[in-house]
């Protein structure tokens, strides 16, 4: 029997550098089997993944010997090397840091379709107002 048991759902989004609009069809969906199956390959699979032009979220169970630091190094350093060597011609790059907000049980459901939900939710809401939005509710200083 397991003697540790955790449920830490974590909900990422991170952007490209300069908030860049570059995911689109073909690319956005190279991205995303290519996080799916990094995920699982480290053994923190995404339970949502949603991926807009400029920006991703996610949705993990973070097991209690993963960071979120390592966890998020090697999805965006591997994703960036995939991008830079298969997919644009140009210098990729992800915009420095991201946002790791902890999901309580009882809200996995809202947070699950919320992330499913990005493209209807982005009608009406930037990234830009949705980040302020964010910040604020979290108590994060503006940066």
Known sequence: MKHTHSRIWI??????????????KETGKILFDFL???????NVPFKSLNIQPEH?????????DVTIAD????IKGSSSHLLNNKVFKT???WQRGYGAYSVSASQFDVVKNYIANQSRHH????????YEKWKNEYGLFND
């Open 56 to 64: 991703i979220h996610g949705l993990i169970d973070l097991p209690t």
């Open 91 to 93: 210098k990729f790059s």
């Open 11 to 24: 909900h990422l989004i991170w952007t490209t550098k300069y908030r860049e609009r570059i995911f689109f």
């Open 71 to 74: 966890f998020m190094k090697t």
């Open 36 to 42: 799916i199956k990094k995920a699982k390959e480290i």
């Open 123 to 130: 009608k009406t809401s930037l990234f830009n107002e949705e």
